[in-house]
């Protein structure tokens, strides 16, 4: 089956814009969640996402929001961009509700570029 | 606060020889402990969680919860193991994860 989707997978914009990235997580997984990847900070998450709720919130400025559809596939946005944006965002779709801890299955990400 | 600690950024080993990653957390509740791995061009994936107990192309994790540490475990090192290895802390029935910062490992001819 396919794996998890994230469109675009680079960009690059300008301080002050915003951006809006896409993913489509694996058919049947209803959890989607979002992390932010730098070489200074690691992986970070931002948000959860669970049957269109967001059930997690990472330490992030409200700038950073996200959103998810009834078909499972989510959106973040992140506005009034800043040179500290530049990173990679990953997102990571699971079958939420299974005993364990989800098991993440990672995109590809998209990598962001802030001039 | 919650906070997983991975000590070394490069580990560098000889093909053969034993393999060691370490991992401390510090987290509330009851933790749900993973080893990703990201090998070169590839995607973030997952190597094994604690709770399945099982060996993935050879290493082994247990979970030590009095000195708070997962530590991977491989004893004889293979050049493909070479890769970005992520050690993760997170709750039950959450897609939310708390990462180190990851060790590279090495493994030379």
């Known amino acids: 089956k396919a794996g998890v989707t994230q469109t675009p997978r680079y960009l690059i914009k300008t301080r002050g814009q915003q951006v809006t990235l896409s993913c489509s997580p694996i058919?049947?997984?209803?959890?989607v969640s979002w992390y932010q990847q730098t070489p200074g900070q690691g992986l970070q998450f931002l948000f959860e996402y669970f049957s269109e709720t967001q059930r997690n919130k990472g330490n992030f400025p409200g700038r950073f929001s996200g959103r998810q559809f009834s078909n499972s596939r989510s959106e973040m946005n992140v506005s009034t961009l800043e040179l500290g944006d530049s990173a990679l965002y990953l997102c990571?779709?699971?079958?939420?509700?299974?005993?364990?801890?989800?098991?993440?299955?990672f995109g590809a990400g998209s990598r962001l570029t802030v001039l | 606060a919650q906070r997983v600690t991975q000590p070394e950024k490069l580990l560098s080993v000889f093909k053969g020889a034993p393999v060691e990653l370490k991992c401390n957390y510090s987290y509330s509740g009851s933790p749900e402990l993973f080893w990703y791995v990201q090998y070169s061009r590839q995607r973030l994936q997952l190597l094994l969680r604690?709770?399945s107990r099982e060996s993935i192309k050879g290493f082994t994790a247990d979970l030590n919860k009095g000195e708070t540490s997962f530590h991977l475990k491989k004893p004889f090192a293979q050049e493909e193991d070479s890769a970005m290895y992520y050690c993760a802390v997170g709750s039950s029935n959450t897609g939310k994860l708390i990462f180190g910062q990851g060790t590279t490992l090495q493994v030379k001819p």
């Open positions: 058919s049947g997984h209803r959890s």
């Open positions: 990571a779709s699971s079958l939420r509700g299974l005993s364990g801890a989800n098991v993440l299955t």
């Open positions: 604690h709770i």
